[in-house]
Structures are given as structure tokens and as C-alpha cells.
Antibody
Framework: QVQLQESGPGLVKPSQTLSLTCTVS??????????WSWIRQPAGKGLEWIGR???????NYNPSLKSRVTISVDTSKNQFSLKLSSVTAADTAVYYC????????????WGQGTLVTVSS | QSVLTQPPSVSGAPGQRVTISCTGS?????????VHWYQQLPGTAPKLLIY???NRPSGVPDRFSGSKSGTSASLAISGLQAEDEADYYC???????????FGTGTKVTVL
């Protein structure tokens, strides 16, 4: 079955750009009508959808983060990536990647998550 | 900025039935968008529990059930077990935000 795994630096300095990659295994990122999403969760708090990408390259972003977010896909590596610019301590969270099952749908499966701390 | 409201916590004794509400608005649940539910055990990623308002993925016990009416949805857990102690989140789509939204989350405690 499809599995997702996040990777990237665990520590980012304020004002810099957070960069994470999600590697998809057990299936092609291009197969099926799936979108690929990023979701985050600050410690002790709820879930926030960041945005998603379709394998064609089309994207949708959370309006509250849109000015700072870029999601891209590399089908040759079966990966998709997140860049979040001008980070502050408020961006400290566990970041998850997940498969989005359609136009307006649910998330399954999820990666295990990776903690990113914004601190100098 | 959660736009779906859930009770912060619910509790019940083993074997009891508990329900978790998820209240939205006319731009999300009330607009006809489906509601999905996730279970998050401590220290782990969320796991899909219910999709499309009331459907259980393979492997999810039938103790878990979901429903939707108007601008709200509910998750019910019957025959509560110690392993059900976790955080639960609802999720839908919001047309005014043009994106996905999650509920505020509910912690279920088994007494």
C-alpha cells in the first residue's frame, strides 16, 4: 500500500525558508486522480491544512498562508515538496504530508510527521 | 483558524457510548460538503476513521459510526474501549475559504 515519508531540516531560523519533502512509496505519485497535501499541527493544538498539488502541477493553498507557501511535485522522484518563507516561531509545528483522495475529499494515508522548530 | 467546532473533551466508562459533535456553517457542512473523521493516538499521525460522513475504511471497527445533518455532523463510539482514548478531528471543505478545514479536536477519555 502507499506510504508517505516526510524529510527535511528540523530547525529553521526566523525569517528563513522552511523546506520539506514527502517521498511516496508503494505506488506512483502520478497514478489515480489524487492530490497531495501538506498539513501541520503545532504542539498541543489542532490540525491546519497548508495546501495541495495535483500531479499536473496545479495547486491550492490555505488563504491564510498563500503568500508564503509554494508546493511543487517531482514525478520522476515520486516526491512533492513544501516551501514556507519568512518563518516565525508561530510556524513551529509537526508537518504532515498526506494523500488527498479527490477534488473535495479526505486524507489517507498520512506520513508519520516531522517536527520543524523555528528558532535562532 | 478552525471553522468547525467540536467539544474539547468527552469521557465515558468502558462499554459506554459517547458522541462527538462537529458544528460548521452554510459554507462548509451546510453547503453539502462531506465530513470525515480522524483518530489521533498520542504521538502519532492522524488516521482516517470515517469518510464521506458515514463510511468506515477497511479495518475500522463498526463501533465507530458517523452521521451528518444540516450544518453539523457527529461521530459515535459505542462499546468504548481503553484503546479508543485519543484525539478526534472532523474535516470538511469550505467554499468561502476555497480549502479544507478541520475541527477544533476532541479528546476522548476512557474512565
Amino acid at each position: 500500500q502507499v506510504q508517505l515519508q516526510e524529510s527535511g531540516p528540523g530547525l529553521v531560523k526566523p525569517s528563513q525558508t522552511l523546506s520539506l519533502t514527502c517521498t511516496v512509496s508503494g505506488g506512483s505519485i502520478s497514478s489515480g486522480s489524487y492530490y497531495w497535501s501538506w498539513i501541520r499541527q503545532p504542539a498541543g493544538k489542532g490540525l491546519e491544512w497548508i495546501g495541495r498539488i495535483y500531479t499536473s502541477g496545479s495547486t491550492n493553498y490555505n488563504p491564510s498562508l498563500k503568500s508564503r507557501v509554494t508546493i511543487s511535485v517531482d514525478t520522476s522522484k515520486n516526491q512533492f515538496s513544501l516551501k514556507l518563507s519568512s518563518v516565525t516561531a508561530a510556524d513551529t509545528a509537526v508537518y504532515y504530508c498526506a494523500r488527498d483522495s479527490g477534488e473535495v475529499s479526505w486524507f489517507d494515508p498520512w506520513g508519520q510527521g516531522t517536527l520543524v522548530t523555528v528558532s535562532s | 483558524q478552525s471553522v468547525l467546532t467540536q467539544p474539547p473533551s468527552v469521557s465515558g466508562a468502558p462499554g459506554q457510548r459517547v458522541t462527538i459533535s462537529c458544528t460548521g456553517s452554510s459554507s462548509n457542512i451546510g453547503a453539502g460538503y462531506d465530513v470525515h473523521w480522524y483518530q489521533q493516538l498520542p504521538g502519532t499521525a492522524p488516521k482516517l476513521l470515517i469518510y464521506g460522513n458515514s463510511n468506515r475504511p477497511s479495518g475500522v471497527p463498526d463501533r465507530f459510526s458517523g452521521s451528518k445533518s444540516g450544518t453539523s455532523a457527529s461521530l459515535a463510539i459505542s462499546g468504548l474501549q481503553a484503546e479508543d482514548e485519543a484525539d478526534y478531528y472532523c474535516q470538511s471543505y469550505d467554499s468561502s475559504l476555497s480549502g479544507y478545514v478541520f475541527g477544533t479536536g476532541t479528546k476522548v477519555t476512557v474512565l
